[in-house]
C-alpha cells in the first residue's frame, strides 16, 4: 500500500483511502465514496526513570514526561486536507528543557506549553521535526519544566488524495501510525484518557471509541463530542465517520451495533455476525470474572481495509468480506472464519487493550492470546501448530519475545506480527494451559487483569508454579516458559523404544545453520502406548522405562500435539504405528493421526529419517475420512508437487493419489452433506486427473453458465469454479471475471477471484496479472493475495515471478512478505536462487527483507533435498502405482 494514498472503485463507486496505516505498515485510512457502492486501568501511572537531561533519545521516547490525557479536535474537510488540534496534558518526573512526542507527515504549528501548576504559559524557542525513523517532534523551551504538570497545544493539517460529495472516514493506526493523526506519545507504554470531538458533515455519523456524549450543528458541519475513553495506548484510537448503518446485537449491559453499508445492512449481512457478537462478549466477561469495560461496542465492515481486522478498543474494525455473511452466497467454512475473527478482536478488548505489553518486542502475547482464545476446534489448533513448524524451522525466525533493542524501528516492529507472533503464540500459550490444567490456567488469567498487569509481568504474578510429572517437583513458570519464547525455533525430540533413550535437538529444514545455536528446552511430554492412556513426563526428569516398547507395544509422544515440537522413533516404533494406522487408526488420537504424517515429511525434509517412511505414512489413507489426517497429507505433498510439478515425477505421484482419494471423493459426495473434507476431495482428486471429478466440476459450472442459477452448494464452489476454469478456456474464464465484476457480496467475489487464477492458460494468466495494476479491476490490498493465487499455478509461477520485478513499486504496497512466499515457493534451482540473490541486492525490500532472507534461505533447502531425495521419490511412487 503506498505510504500516503491509493484510490479504488468499487461497483462503479470511488472509494479514496488515506490511510492512518495498517498492521501491513501504511497511513491513515479515510476513505470517501459515492452514493450507492454495491473501571479497569490496565497500568498504574508509571513512573519512568529518565535522563533526558543529557542527550537526545535515539529511537525510543524518553521517559521523563508521562503523557495523562488529550484533548483531540479533528476536522477531514473539503480542501484536499484533513485539520486538527490538539492538547496533551502529562507530568513531568525528572527536569528537561526539551519535549520529545512522534509526529509524521503532518504540519504543525502554534505550539503552546502550559505549566498547569502556576498556569503560565512557557517559551518555545524551537520546533524540529527529526528526518528519520524515530518521527520525533523536538520543541525546545526557554525555560526548564521541572516536576509538576504540563500541556502541550498544536495544531495541525495532513493531506488527502481526493474529495467526494459524501465520505467514510476510518482510521487503523496500529502499530505506529497514530502519529500521522495527530502529534501524540506513540508507544504502547504511554497510555492516556482521550477526550475527542470529530467536526464531519451533518448527514453522516461519527463514531470513536468511547460513546458519544453530545454534539451540535454549526451551518453544514456537526460536532460531535465523545466520552472521555479508558486509559488506553496511542495505536487503539479510532475514529469513523460514515452514512453506514447498524444492526444491534442483544447484551443486558453493552449497547453492541455493527455497521456496514447501508445495503449490506438493509440485506441482512450484518445480522449473522451481530447474532454472535453479544454471545462471545459475555462468554469472555464470564471466563476472564471482568465485565467489558466500556459501554458500547461498534464494529465496522470496512470495504478497504489491511489487516482483516483491528482491536480499536469500543470500535472494533473488520475488512468487510471478513464480517459480513450472505445466506444461500457464503459458504458455512466462511461462517465459522467469521466467528474466529470476532473471537480473536473480542478476546484483544481485555488482553491487549485492557492489559497491554510494555513494548512491541512481546506484541506476541497480545495476538498470540488472543488466537488461543478463538480456539474452538481442533481445525484452527491444527493449522496454526503447523505454520509456527513452518516458519520456525528456518534459521532466519526470530524469537516470540526478542530482547526490546532488536525491535526499534517501524519496519522492524512491523516485522513482529507474522506467523511466529499468531501462531507459535497461541501453540505455546496452549501447552502451558495443557501443562498446568486448564482451570489453574484460567485463574492466572483472571488474576493478570485483576493485577492489572503488563503483559508480560503474566508468567511471574499469573503462575506461580508448574507441576513435574508425579512426583512433585516444581520449577518456576518464567524459568520453563522462557526456553520456548526467548529461544527461536522448537526442539524435536527423539524417542528409541528399545533402549529407552530420549534426547532433544533443535529442529531446522537447514542442518548447515545448526552450529549458530545451542539451545535447550524444559519439554513437557504427554506419552501413551498401546495399552497405556496418556501421562505427562517431562524431558529433563524422565525415567527412561517410561519409552521402553514391552511386549511389542507402540509408544506414542506429544499425545493430543499439546507440546510445541516434534518426535521421531526407532524405526521398530516407527513401523509399529504405521501399522496401526492401517490395521485400526482410531486407536490414535484423531490429532497425532494428521501429526504423525506431518512429523514424518518434515523430519524427512531434514534428513532425520527417510522420505520413503514419511511415503509410507500416507497408505493408510486409502480408508481414511477425516478431515485432519487428509488436511495434512495434502498439504505435506503440497511441498513434492511443489518440487516437482516440473519434473517426470509428477505423473506417478498423481496416479498414487488418484488412487489414494478415489474412495474419499465418494464417501464426502453420495454419503455426506458439505463439510470440510469435501473441499480436500475434489481438490484432489480433480487436479490429479480422476475422471469422475473432472467431469462433475464441469458439469456443476456449465448448469451455472448455461442457465444463470448457480445450485452449487456454497461450501464447494470455490473448488468447483477454480476446477471448472482450469480444465476450460476463454469462455469459462471470461464468464468467471464477468461475475466476478459484477457480484455484490464478499464472499462469492473471493471465491471467483481465487478461481480465476486457476486457468492452464498463459495468455489469460498474463491478462490477469495485469489487471492487478489498475485498481478499479483489483482493488490493492487484492494485489498480493491474487499473484499468489496465480504464482501456485504452476503455469503461472513464472509469470508471477517475472512480473513482481517489473512492478515491484506497485504490487509490494500490500503485503509484500506474503507476495515474496507465495511467489517463491516452487524455487528449487541454482538459476532459481541467483535470481533470487539478485532480487534481494537490487531491490528496495522494506518490510518484505526478511521474507526474502527467509526465501533465499528455504530455496537453498529446496535445492538440496531435490537433489537428495527425487530418485528416491520417483522409484517409490513407481512402485505403488505398479502394485
Not at 138 to 163: H, T, V, W
Not at 278 to 303: R, V
Not at 552 to 567: H, M, P, Q
Not at 838 to 843: E, W
Amino acid at each position: 500500500m503506498a505510504k500516503n494514498l491509493y484510490i479504488s472503485k468499487v461497483a462503479a463507486a470511488a472509494f479514496i483511502v488515506l490511510t492512518v496505516s495498517s498492521i501491513a505498515g501504511i497511513v491513515t485510512m479515510i476513505i470517501l465514496y459515492k452514493t450507492q457502492i454495491s473501571t479497569m486501568n490496565p497500568t498504574p501511572r508509571p513512573t519512568f526513570p529518565s535522563t533526558t537531561m543529557g542527550p537526545p533519545p535515539v529511537m525510543r521516547l524518553p521517559r521523563n514526561l508521562i503523557p495523562e490525557s488529550y484533548e483531540i479536535f479533528l476536522h477531514p474537510n473539503q480542501t484536499l486536507l484533513f485539520t486538527g488540534n490538539s492538547t496533551v496534558n502529562f507530568h513531568c518526573v525528572e527536569r528537561t528543557r526539551t519535549i520529545y512526542l512522534h509526529s509524521k507527515d503532518l504540519t504543525v504549528s502554534n505550539p503552546v506549553v502550559m505549566n498547569k501548576n502556576t498556569n503560565k504559559k512557557m517559551g518555545v524557542s524551537a520546533v524540529k521535526h527529526h528526518e528519520d525513523p524515530s518521527n520525533f517532534l523536538e520543541i525546545q523551551l526557554n525555560d526548564i519544566l521541572e516536576q509538576g504538570n504540563y500541556s502541550l497545544s498544536l495544531a495541525f493539517k495532513g493531506e488527502l488524495s481526493e474529495y467526494n460529495e459524501a465520505f467514510l472516514a476510518a482510521t487503523n493506526v496500529a502499530p505506529t501510525d497514530a502519529r500521522r493523526v495527530f502529534p501524540c506519545f506513540d508507544e504502547p507504554e504511554m497510555k492516556a484518557v482521550f477526550h475527542v470531538t470529530i467536526i464531519h458533515r451533518r448527514d453522516t455519523t461519527a463514531l470513536g471509541n468511547a460513546k458519544m456524549h453530545g454534539s451540535n450543528i454549526i451551518d453544514d458541519w456537526k460536532y460531535t463530542r465523545f466520552h472521555p475513553t479508558q486509559r488506553m495506548s496511542t495505536y487503539l484510537f479510532a475514529f469513523m465517520v460514515s452514512e453506514f448503518t447498524s444492526t444491534s446485537s442483544p447484551h443486558d449491559r453493552v449497547e453492541i451495533k455493527t455497521y456496514a453499508r447501508p445495503e449490506a445492512t438493509a440485506a441482512g449481512h450484518a445480522q449473522y455476525a451481530a447474532n454472535i457478537t453479544g454471545k462471545i462478549l459475555k462468554f469472555y466477561e464470564n471466563h476472564f470474572d471482568i465485565e467489558y469495560s466500556q459501554q458500547k461496542l461498534d464494529q465496522i465492515a470496512l470495504p478497504d481495509l489491511n489487516p482483516s481486522a483491528m482491536e480499536n478498543w469500543g470500535l472494533v474494525t473488520y475488512q468487510e468480506g471478513d464480517l459480513l455473511y450472505e445466506e444461500g452466497m457464503s459458504s458455512l467454512l466462511h461462517k465459522e472464519l467469521i466467528a474466529n475473527l470476532i473471537a480473536h478482536e473480542l478476546a484483544h478488548q481485555w488482553f491487549g487493550n485492557l492489559v497491554t505489553m510494555k513494548w512491541w518486542n512481546d506484541i506476541w502475547l497480545n495476538e498470540g492470546f488472543a488466537t488461543y482464545m478463538s480456539y474452538y476446534c481442533k481445525t484452527f489448533v491444527a493449522n496454526d501448530l503447523h505454520t509456527a513448524f513452518k516458519e520456525d524451522a528456518l534459521a532466519s525466525s526470530h524469537p516470540l519475545s526478542p530482547p526490546q533493542e532488536d525491535v526499534q524501528t517501524t519496519s522492524e516492529i512491523m516485522e513482529m506480527f507474522d506467523a511466529i507472533t499468531y501462531c507459535k503464540g497461541a501453540i505455546v500459550l496452549r501447552m502451558l494451559a495443557d501443562i498446568v490444567e486448564e482451570r489453574v490456567f484460567n485463574k492466572g488469567i483472571k488474576l493478570c487483569c485483576n493485577y492489572k498487569c503488563l503483559l508480560q509481568d503474566l508468567w511471574m504474578k499469573s503462575f506461580k508454579n508448574l507441576p513435574k510429572g508425579e512426583d512433585g517437583g516444581h520449577t518456576e513458570v518464567a524459568k520453563v516458559m522462557d526456553t520456548w519464547t526467548k529461544q527461536i525455533g522448537y526442539p524435536v525430540i527423539t524417542i528409541n523404544t528399545t533402549s529407552g533413550e530420549i534426547y532433544q535437538k533443535h529442529f531446522l529444514f537447514n542442518d548447515s545453520s545448526e552450529s549458530r545455536f545451542v539451545l535447550w528446552w524444559y519439554i513437557p511430554i504427554r506419552v501413551m502406548s498401546n495399552t497405556m492412556g496418556p501421562s505427562l513426563v517431562w524431558l529433563e526428569t524422565t525415567d527412561t522405562d517410561e519409552f521402553i516398547s514391552k511386549n511389542g507395544e507402540w509408544i506414542l509422544a506429544n499425545v493430543n500435539c499439546t507440546g510445541y515440537y516434534r518426535v521421531n522413533y526407532n524405526q521398530e516404533n516407527w513401523d509399529s504405528l504405521l501399522t496401526q494406522l492401517v490395521t485400526n487408526p482410531h486407536r490414535i488420537p484423531l490429532m497425532n493421526r494428521g501429526q504423525l504424517i506431518d512429523d514424518a515429511f518434515n523430519l524427512a525434509r531434514a534428513k532425520l529419517l527417510s522420505v520413503t517412511l514419511a511415503l509410507n505414512s500416507t497408505r493408510f489413507l486409502r480408508t481414511e475420512h477425516e478431515y485432519l489426517p487428509w488436511e495434512s497429507a495434502v498439504r505435506n505433498l503440497e511441498y513434492f508437487i511443489l518440487m516437482f510439478d516440473r519434473s517426470e515425477v509428477y505423473g506417478p505421484m498423481q496416479a498414487y493419489l488418484r488412487e489414494q482419494v478415489r474412495g474419499l471423493l465418494i464417501y464426502e459426495i453420495i454419503v455426506l452433506p458439505p463439510r470440510h473434507n469435501q473441499i480436500i476431495a475434489i481438490q484432489m482428486a480433480c487436479s490429479n486427473g480422476l475422471p469422475e471429478c473432472m467431469m462433475m466440476a464441469k458439469e456443476m459450472f456449465a448448469k451455472w453458465m448455461n442457465n444463470d442459477t448457480n445450485n452449487i452448494h456454497p461450501n464447494l464452489r470455490s473448488v468447483i469454479y477454480c476446477q471448472a476454469v482450469a480444465f476450460g478456456g476463454r469462455t469459462e474464464w471470461e464468464f468467471a471475471w464477468n461475475k466476478f465484476q459484477s457480484s455484490s457480496d464478499t464472499s462469492e467475489k473471493e471465491q471467483l477471484r481465487g478461481a480465476l487464477s486457476c486457468t492452464k492458460k498463459i495468455w489469460l494468466l498474463s491478462r490477469y496479472l495485469e489487471y492487478t495494476l489498475n485498481p478499479e479491476r483489483i482493488r490493492l490490498m487484492d494485489v498480493a493475495s491474487t499473484i499468489n493465487y496465480i504464482a501456485r499455478n504452476v503455469a503461472g509461477q513464472a509469470l508471477a515471478w517475472n512480473f513482481i520485478r517489473a512492478h515491484w513499486e506497485y504490487v509490494s504496497q500490500g503485503d509484500p512478505a506474503m507476495l515474496i512466499e507465495g511467489v517463491t515457493s516452487r524455487f528449487s534451482t541454482q538459476y532459481e536462487l541467483e535470481e533470487l540473490v539478485r532480487f534481494a541486492n537490487d531491490y528496495d525490500l522494506g518490510f518484505a527483507t526478511r521474507a526474502v532472507q527467509q526465501a533465499i534461505e528455504q530455496t537453498q533447502v529446496n535445492i538440496q533435498w531435490v537433489s537428495e531425495n527425487k530418485d528416491i521419490i520417483l522409484e517409490w511412487f513407481e512402485r505403488e502405482t505398479a502394485l
